[in-house]
């Protein structure tokens, strides 16, 4: 998650996208020492200061940033591990030799006042040769081959060259300058400069085995610094040699720049293993032209030129102008050869934006939706070929005009806020529906997401804009919307036939029952037998329509008196059914079995009403002198490996349907009179019933409920079973439902 007290800076180690925090201490000890190095470096060119002071800031300097550099390079340990934070330990402490040198140094120059040179100062320089070899070498690195071959033969040429140059400069003088009183000096300058060297011919093995990519970049912060102390080291054994050193010259400035890369290198791996995401790499065939890849050039040149200082006396023999000859073919040569690197190079960039555009067009050009980009005000660059089928449009017809031309109207204010809010914010995303023009001239609905690209690998540049065609959609939407307006206008017509037949039709079944009970009592001798008989079948009557009147009511409230869904324990609710039915189940000797049932996202009182009904029905309908058994349990939906838990106990299922996935199945089982199932439809309608009204009470509207309560769940109820041998009822519900908006209506 990044950190909210971040902000983004350019730091001098070409980070442009590190995150730095408000405050960050290893950026400003950069900025510090090299505002200070830059005026250090004026005051010398100018003569501002003079040489004691010259020499007195060069020694403090080059303590003082090394001093920094260890403690730096310590503190990144802690942030690394693996290979990694082992060789920044031995840099740690190739730097600690290095610096304390520098300490000694300093010690002997600026607060003795003595010679520094030699010192026990060339006993810690000398031993960071070693440790910092060995560091190189034990850089994480990659299999690579490629490129192997190519690096073998740049070292050999660089090996070559820097040899023959420090031969010629310091070898051959040295050896000349040996005497049996003043050796140690001589052999000191010799063993910075093969040390140097060692340390070049490390970094390129460190290369040819294949450093890895997200660690190039501070080891070749490192590699900088080791050359600039090869510099150093050079510069101070030819000035030695020939007497003209002398404290706080120019050539200790790259002493300190040699401490300097070991803070940059430092900060820079810092920052690097704290990210976590890295840029993506260059690809291998893209690589740029880079200090290593001209160091074989250079040596060359240098040879070449230390081979014409020295034939510059021979101008007028025949052999003198063959050398100058030759060095001139070989200097052509190299450039030709520069040329035709940087030409290759060239090349494999325009194939690989030649691929890239491959495969966008071809991105662009199986997509469904219409891929545009905009000029920043809006202009149209780019249209896929997608706009044929989505707007009827050639894309030249397009491409090169307004986008407001073909948006409507009241949507222009919209296009303006889009370009503005992207021409201020470029990392955002916009998203909006818009209406565009068809060429038939139909406005059809867009779905839009823009946001601002500035690829110039992919020569993108603009806005780019994903369209995808929403009008079936909003079509089918507003279908939907007037077939719920519908919908809902039949429900408020049934909640008032709801209303209706619990007041107004009741009222006259009422005094019809009142006026029967009357003449029952008052007028029983005048009716006669006859009479009164057809008194009790008008009551009759009038308790049946009542009830009937009752059961339309309980039919309706199943969708206009609904309540939301929550976790529903099914056993519980069973146990409360049962607990209900007892008096019943006594009556008629029965039992009712409880297996293990799951919770399920429900609406409480209709499961209740759901196992009421199908228990009270297996109670009902049982054989005569055969005691009801009734058993309710859940039983496992074929699907695709799901499970659900019932009080405790995993319910697993297997994989033949795959549609059955978050399905609980409850089963009502009973040893009832049972039902033919040519008849399975007419049970769950309304009033159908399979026996007569004198053999078992009741309206035939239960079963109906029942299903109207298990559809209103997203379920579905079916049953099988033989006459004379009990019937099993299956509910499937889901284990979880969706979270929809329920309107409670009047009943």
Not at 93 to 109: E, K, P, R, S, V
Not at 250 to 271: G, P, T, V
Not at 366 to 377: A, E, K, R, T, V
Request: glycine residues 8%.
């Amino acid at each position: 998650m990044p950190n909210t007290n971040e902000l983004t800076l350019n730091s001098p180690l070409d980070m442009k996208n590190a995150t730095l925090p408000r405050f960050d201490f290893g950026y400003w000890i950069i900025v510090f020492f090299t505002v200070v190095m830059a005026i250090f470096i004026v005051a010398q060119v100018f003569g501002l200061v003079a040489s004691d002071e010259t020499t007195l800031i060069g020694n403090s300097l080059k303590t003082v940033v090394g001093i920094v550099g260890v403690i730096m390079s310590f503190s990144v340990t802690r942030s690394l591990d693996g290979n990694l934070r082992r060789t920044w330990k031995i840099l740690t402490l190739a730097y600690f030799f290095n610096t304390g040198g520098d300490t000694i140094w300093y010690y002997y120059a600026s607060i003795l006042g003595e010679k520094p040179f030699p010192s026990w100062a060339d006993v810690s320089f000398l031993l960071s040769y070693p440790v910092m070899l060995w560091a190189l070498l034990s850089y994480p690195t990659k299999s690579r081959f490629l490129e192997k071959k190519k690096i073998a033969a740049d070292i050999s040429i660089v090996m070559v060259g820097g040899i023959t140059l420090v031969w010629y400069f310091i070898v051959n003088p040295t050896l000349s300058a040996v005497t049996d009183e003043d050796w140690l000096s001589p052999a000191l300058n010799l063993s910075y400069t093969v040390g140097d060297m060692v340390l070049i011919l490390g970094i390129f093995v460190a290369f040819f085995r294949g450093v890895e990519d997200n660690l190039k970049r501070a080891l070749q912060i490192i590699v900088g610094g080791v050359v600039c102390m090869l510099v150093a080291d050079l510069g101070f054994a030819y000035l030695t040699l020939q007497g003209t050193y002398f404290g706080g010259h120019w050539i200790e400035n790259f002493f300190i720049f040699n401490s300097l890369s070991h803070i940059y290198a430092a900060y820079y791996q810092h920052r690097k293993s704290n990210r976590e995401t890295e840029a993506a790499d260059e690809p291998a065939d893209l690589k740029k032209i880079g200090v290593l890849n001209w160091m074989p050039y250079v040596a060359v040149l240098l040879g070449l030129g230390l081979l014409g200082w020295e034939a510059r006396n021979f101008w007028a023999e025949p052999l003198g102008k063959i050398v100058y000859a030759s060095i001139l073919l070989t200097g052509l040569v190299v450039l030709r050869q520069i040329i035709a690197v940087r030409e290759n190079i060239k090349l494999l960039e325009e194939k690989n934006l030649r691929q890239r555009e491959v495969r966008f067009g071809a991105l662009v050009q199986n997509s469904s939706d219409m891929i545009s980009i905009l000029s920043p005000d809006g202009a149209i660059l780019y249209e896929s070929p997608s706009v044929k089928n989505a707007l009827g449009y050639e894309i030249d017809e397009l491409v090169g005009t307004e986008s407001s031309q073909i948006l409507h109207p009241e949507d222009a204010a919209e296009r303006s806020q889009i370009l503005k809010q992207l021409a201020a914010d470029h990392l955002c995303v916009v998203r909006k529906e818009l209406r565009i023009r068809h060429k038939d001239g139909s406005w059809r609905f867009f779905e839009t997401v823009s946001r601002f690209v500035d690829d110039p690998e992919n020569n993108l540049h603009g806005i780019l804009v994903n369209s995808r065609d929403v009008t079936q959609r909003r079509q089918d939407e507003e279908r939907l919307r007037v077939y719920t307006n519908k919908l809902e206008r039949s429900n408020r017509e049934l909640q008032d036939f709801a209303y209706v037949a619990s007041h107004d039709l009741q009222e006259p079944l009422r005094k019809v029952q009142a006026f029967g009970d009357r003449l029952d009592r008052k007028c029983a001798a005048e009716l006669g037998v006859e009479g009164r008989d057809y008194v009790n079948r008008m009551r009759n009557a009038a308790n049946r329509m009542q009830n009937l009147i009752n059961d339309l009511l309980t039919f309706s409230r199943v969708t206009t008196k609904i309540q939301p869904f929550k976790p529903t324990d099914l056993r519980k609710v069973c146990e409360d059914v049962v607990s209900d039915l007892e008096v019943r189940i006594e009556q008629t000797g029965g039992r009712v079995e409880i297996g293990a049932l799951p919770t399920i996202d429900a609406d409480p009182l209709q499961m209740r009403q759901l196992l009421q009904n199908l228990i009270g029905n297996a109670l009902k309908f049982h054989r005569p002198d055969v005691g009801p058994v009734v058993r309710i349990y859940a039983q496992a939906v074929e699907s695709t490996g799901a499970s659900f838990c019932l009080n405790g106990e995993e319910i697993r299922v297997g994989d033949a349907d795959p549609a059955a996935d978050g399905v609980c199945r409850l089963v009502v089982e009973d040893n009832g009179i049972g039902f033919d199932e040519k008849y399975l439809d007419r049970i769950f309608t309304v009033f159908q019933r399979l026996h007569g009204r004198s053999e078992y009470e009741g309206s035939g509207i239960g079963l109906a409920v029942c299903r109207k309560i298990v559809e209103r769940h997203g379920g579905t109820i079916t049953a099988n079973g033989r006459p004379g041998e009990g019937a099993k009822f299956y509910i499937n519900l889901p284990i979880a439902q969706e979270e929809i908006a329920i309107h409670e209506t009047r009943p």
